[in-house]
């Protein structure tokens, strides 16, 4: 499991929207779930995983999740997998 947060203004903020994801596909459903009513819905090939830094405040491996024409959308604590 990956544990995935929202980009908020305070780190405390951003953790209480911390859910867990499985592959680039829950990924994907979740940016859909939360973006598809403001800006459509976004392909994949817009949406990056990139390491981002260690946090050492909450001992993640941070990685950072952007969406092209959009920005981040949030961070998680690890690489995402694709689907088997």
């Known amino acids: ?37 403001y800006v459509g819905l976004i392909a994949a090939e817009r949406v990056s995983v990139n390491r981002y830094y260690f946090d050492d405040r909450i001992k993640w491996d941070t990685h950072i999740v952007t969406i ?11 690489p995402v997998e694709e689907a088997p």
């Open 1 to 37: 499991m990956t544990k995935l947060r929202d980009h908020k203004g305070t780190l405390e903020d951003a953790m209480q929207t911390v859910r867990e994801i499985q592959t680039f596909g829950d990924l994907m459903k979740d940016i859909n779930a939360n973006l598809s009513p």
């Open 68 to 78: 092209a024409g959009y920005g981040v959308y949030g961070f998680t604590d690890g």
